[in-house]
Structure formats: structure tokens, C-alpha cells
């Protein structure tokens, strides 16, 4: 089922999903958790600041990585998790990966970059699969960095980004023409494997995106709608991006109401 939570603030959001995680985190040490990037998950690495101590020996797979920049440019994904995630929680490094993060050189696109999405997708089953999958949504229906017309069914591997995403990614870059145009990013079936999927999303802008996510037939041009074919979803939005949701008042219902036993 998809849990449609709608949260006062983002900062409320991160804390309830921080509490889901330490949960978790608490039943099996050495968690696998699913690590997106950006900033709709920023709030719940904040909230999970003060349990640093429990997470030790936690696991982690980021969600997707740029190709092309040059290895330590502090706006790739792996500078980025170790910088918001790995060292303020205090997590081991060498249990937190990101795609391509195996290959010294960086991800350029040599040849080894075709084989790198295999390799990752071998690291997460051997892992054990993901418990916890943190997710944002993109303007174009995007989760991880499976843009429109990404296959269900589809594995870590190298994509395209839309003109639309790296727009929006730009704030993260001195100048627009510097966001890569490509990317490695867990695929779909990736995604729907894990355990748990937990999406956030806040503010205005993803208002429709999640809506169609949510709500809106399930088709690969809107890749978000996925969530819909997994079996444990819990989508947490604030008001303004839940604010095109059709059933928000159920939304709203079923979480007052809903047993205290049942957690997330
Ligand atoms: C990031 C990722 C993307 C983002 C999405 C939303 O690892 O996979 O799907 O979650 O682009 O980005 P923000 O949260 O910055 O709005």
C-alpha cells in the first residue's frame, strides 16, 4: 500500500522518518538503507544526527551518481554523501557506496563505465538488498535519475539527464553548462526491489509530479508512478506539495485514525 503522511514542515517530516529508521536500525544493526541526494532527504539526515551512535554499523547505496566529473568534485554524489550523510552521522565509509565509486579514475566514460551498474547492482544483492529506500521526486516524474521513458523493469546503469533536471539541479553548480549531461542511477526494477520505499517530497514545486506519482496512472512516462506497484510505500509531504492530491483529506484521515501499533 502507498501511506500518503502530509506533515506540518519538512523538519517534522525528516524527524518522523528518522524515527522509522532508528526503528529499524534498532531490530537489525547493520541496516541497508537506500541514500538519495538533493535536498528532500536533508532533513531526515538531520533528524538522524543525534542517534549517530546507533548507526555504526548501518549500510548504505546512494541512489545515483554524475558522470563526467572529475573524481572528488564536490558536487558528485559521492562528495555529497560523504559530506551530508557519512561523516555527520558517523558512518563507516567503506559501507556507504555509490555508483561507479569502484572505479579510481572516476567516472569518465571509459570503458569500465559500462560494467559499473552490474557491479553495483552485484554490491547491493550481496548486501542483502535494501531495507529502507529514501526517495525524492524530480519535476519530470524522475525517481532516482530515471527520467521519463525509463523501463520498470530497469537496473543501475547510465542515463541521460533532461534539460528540465539538469536546470534544476543547477543551484548546485557555479554554472548551468556544468551539470553533467549523463548519469548512473539505480533503475527502477532497482528501486522496487527494496524493502521499504520512503518518499519525500516539499514545497510547491513538486506538487504535480507527486500528485501524478501518487495518484495518476502508472506509466513509465511518469517514473515515479512506480511507487504504486511496490507493496510498502510512505510518501511524506508537507502541505504545499501535497497540495494537488486528490485524496488528501483521506490521507489526512487515515493518519489520525491510524493504530499505534502499526508504525510506518
Ligand atoms: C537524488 C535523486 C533525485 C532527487 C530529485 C529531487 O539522489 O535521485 O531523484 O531526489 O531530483 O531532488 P531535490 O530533493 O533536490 O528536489
Not at 563507516?92 to 566514460?109: I, K, Q, S
Not at 554490491?123 to 529514501?134: N, R, T
Not at 530515471?146 to 554554472?175: I, Y
Amino acid at each position: 500500500m502507498t501511506e500518503v503522511i502530509i506533515v506540518p514542515s519538512p523538519a517534522a517530516g525528516g524527524v518522523l522518518v528518522a524515527e522509522a529508521i532508528v526503528a529499524l536500525v534498532r531490530r537489525r544493526a547493520d541496516a541497508v538503507l537506500g541514500l538519495a541526494t538533493g535536498s528532500s532527504p536533508l532533513p531526515v539526515y538531520t533528524a538522524l544526527r543525534p542517534h549517530a551512535a546507533l548507526l555504526r554499523d548501518v549500510r548504505g547505496f546512494a541512489l545515483d551518481e554524475y558522470v563526467g566529473l572529475p573524481a572528488g568534485h564536490p558536487e558528485s554524489y559521492r562528495a555529497v554523501i560523504e559530506r551530508e550523510v557519512v561523516v555527520p552521522l558517523g558512518l563507516d565509509p567503506a559501507r556507504v557506496r555509490v555508483p561507479g565509486d569502484d572505479l579510481a579514475e572516476g567516472l569518465g566514460y571509459e570503458a569500465s563505465l559500462a560494467d559499473a551498474g552490474d557491479r553495483y547492482e552485484a554490491a547491493i544483492a550481496a548486501a542483502g538488498g535494501v531495507d529502507l529506500q529514501l526517495l525524492g521526486i524530480g519535476a519530470t516524474g524522475h525517481i532516482g535519475f530515471n527520467e521519463p521513458g525509463s523501463s520498470f523493469a530497469s537496473r543501475t546503469r547510465v542515463k541521460t539527464l533532461t534539460e528540465q533536471t539538469r536546470r534544476d539541479n543547477a543551484r548546485f553548480f557555479a554554472a548551468p553548462d556544468e551539470v553533467p549531461l549523463h548519469c548512473i542511477t539505480q533503475g527502477l526494477g532497482t528501486i522496487l526491489a527494496a524493502r521499504h520505499l520512503v518518499l519525500l517530497a516539499f514545497g510547491a514545486a513538486k506538487a504535480a509530479a507527486l500528485a501524478a506519482a501518487v495518484e495518476g496512472p502508472v506509466t513509465s512516462s511518469l517514473p515515479g508512478s512506480a511507487i504504486q506497484l511496490h507493496g510498502r510505500v510512505t510518501v511524506v509531504v508537507d502541505e504545499a506539495a501535497a497540495s494537488a492530491l486528490r485524496f488528501a483529506d483521506y490521507y489526512r484521515h487515515a493518519w489520525v485514525h491510524k493504530p499505534a501499533w502499526q508504525g510506518l
